[in-house]
């Protein structure tokens, strides 16, 4: 490392200012903490509004930046193996939709997951790109999804070599990696970029024993939430760079297309520090975080009849397990993981990241404390104790339909008019709609798709067993909207 790492410019300078007087004529208006209501000051105190000041000369500028935040943002890159990070005030979900926005004009095509997170087809929509889904592996026993294989990736690429870009997830929610070193092989092959949602994985980087992450594998751009797994504020994400493949002045235009002109400073210090501390100690609060999470595994473990998940033989779509998510399978408890989710929450003052049907995810982070994972075993215990609740026997498998079937793009069909039509009467049209039961959550229509028999009858199927159906004007599915064309 060249840089000195434990410089935080942007928190320092934020600090000086906080602590020097100063007769405020501009915004916010609660003018350094003097107009902030009482209740406010009573939860959050009074320094954190002294801080919240606005884009003043000394605290350089986001969007230009060439003082603090260059110079914060340089700091990151060299920590994060980039070569240029972007700090982001609109959480991951901006960094992501900028990436597409970047890479795709109207009508190219984007190879994508089809289990994607919202922020993609906000991208979507946006850009004017066609997307080219690959289904993720799906493993319906844990009820899952792994990330999509490289032989899948490779013969999309055939089909379509005349794409302009491939994202992948990576990791996913429950922590699984696909092997993104072959993914990023295979991309460039066809000298394209090859963009990463890491939005859970800005932790990798520091410790031998989790993933790689994204950079070191040959993605050509990451986006992080330093917000979800690092010490930032909620909303903090940074971009990172690493390629000669992205028109880096195109992806600056977007940025300042889908953020806010007064950028919180608070957001900027914060993600200043997280950098700072993981520069500095990142390995040992990483060592620190492992432990307690493979105390927990193995804590869980030990009650017997809780099944966690664990990376079996290592396969191209589920290559690597960041042993810091905990995936817990609670069907034996008889209860689905929503149940046992709101048990544990509300009883028991243990809170899950993530319930899905069968199982629930718990997030092992360096805040998490000894007292923390006591709880949570506690939390198990009763729980076992209590339960007497019928057994959840349900399964349910992918749509394996054609997907990818457009006549016009999901931007086109967004902005369509649209008319509702009787189920039976929408096959050959165009989906207005972006329908996707759970589980498994992957999409089975896309905006702009066309509707087949196939995926209406799988619909119907799912409803039949009692799955959740998201995105769809009627829960029953006896009609749907189409684009009126
Ligand atoms: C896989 C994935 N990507 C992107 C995002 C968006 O991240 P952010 O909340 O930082 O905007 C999320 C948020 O949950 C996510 O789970």
Redesign the pocket.
């Known amino acids: 490392m060249k840089l000195n790492q434990n410089k935080t410019p942007i928190l320092d300078r934020l600090k000086l200012l906080a602590n020097t007087p100063d007769a405020a004529f501009y915004a916010p208006g609660h003018k350094r903490g003097q107009g902030v209501s009482n209740k406010l000051i009573n939860l959050m105190g009074n320094d954190v509004f002294k801080a919240d000041l606005p884009e003043l000369p000394e605290l350089d500028n986001l969007f230009a930046p060439e003082g603090v935040i260059l110079e914060a943002q340089q700091l990151a890159a060299e920590t994060f193996g980039a070569d240029f990070s972007y700090f982001l005030i609109n ?3 901006c960094g ?1 939709t900028a990436a597409i926005l970047a890479t795709c004009n109207p009508n190219d095509k984007i190879i994508l997951p089809r289990n994607v ?1 919202k ?1 993609v087809i906000s991208g979507l929509i946006l850009s004017g790109a066609i997307p080219i889904f690959i289904n993720p592996v799906y493993d319906s026993n844990w009820d899952i999804c792994y990330g999509i294989s490289p032989e899948s990736l490779a013969h999309t690429l055939q089909k379509h070599p005349d794409s302009k870009a491939v994202m992948v ?1 990576y990791p996913t ?1 429950q922590g699984i990696c696909c092997d993104l070193a072959k993914i990023a092989q295979i991309t460039h092959q066809y000298n394209i970029p090859l963009l990463v ?1 890491e ?2 994985g800005a932790h990798f980087l520091f410790h031998k024993n989790l993933p790689p992450s994204a950079l070191s594998q040959g993605a050509d751009l990451t986006v992080q ?1 330093t ?2 797994t690092l010490g930032s504020l909620t909303q903090s ?1 940074m971009l990172h760079i690493k390629s000669d493949r992205l028109p880096k002045n195109r992806l600056e235009n977007a940025l300042q297309l889908l953020q806010s002109t007064s950028p919180n400073y608070l957001l900027l210090a914060s993600l200043d520090a997280a950098r700072q501390q993981m520069a500095i100690a990142g390995p040992e609060l990483m060592t620190k975080t492992l432990d307690l999470a493979l105390q927990a595994r193995e804590r869980l473990k030990s009650l017997q009849g809780l099944p966690i998940l664990e990376l079996g033989d290592s396969q191209p779509s589920f290559q690597y397990l960041d042993l810091t998510r905990l995936t817990v399978d609670v069907r034996n408890l008889g209860l689905t993981g929503y149940q046992a989710d709101e048990i544990l929450h509300q009883k028991l003052g243990v809170t899950a990241e993530l319930p899905m049907l069968n199982n629930l995810t718990f997030i092992i982070s360096l805040g998490n404390i000894q007292a923390d994972i006591d709880k949570l075993i506690e939390g198990f215990s009763t729980l076992m104790l209590d339960s007497n609740y019928p057994i959840y026997q349900g399964e349910i498998n992918i749509y394996q339909g054609d997907n990818n079937c457009y006549k016009i793009s999901p931007r086109e069909a967004f902005f369509a008019t649209k008319k509702t039509v009787a189920i039976e009467n929408s096959i050959g049209c165009i989906s207005g709609e972006l329908i996707c039961p759970y589980p498994p959550g992957i999409p089975v229509l896309m905006l702009g798709e066309i509707i087949t028999s196939d995926a209406i009858s799988y619909l119907q199927k799912v409803i039949l067993q009692n799955c959740i159906i998201t995105g769809c004007s009627d829960d029953s599915l006896t009609t749907i909207k189409i684009v009126n064309i």
């Open positions: 959480g991951s979900t992501i997170h922020s997830v929610y949602d939005a859970h939430s917000h979800k994400s």
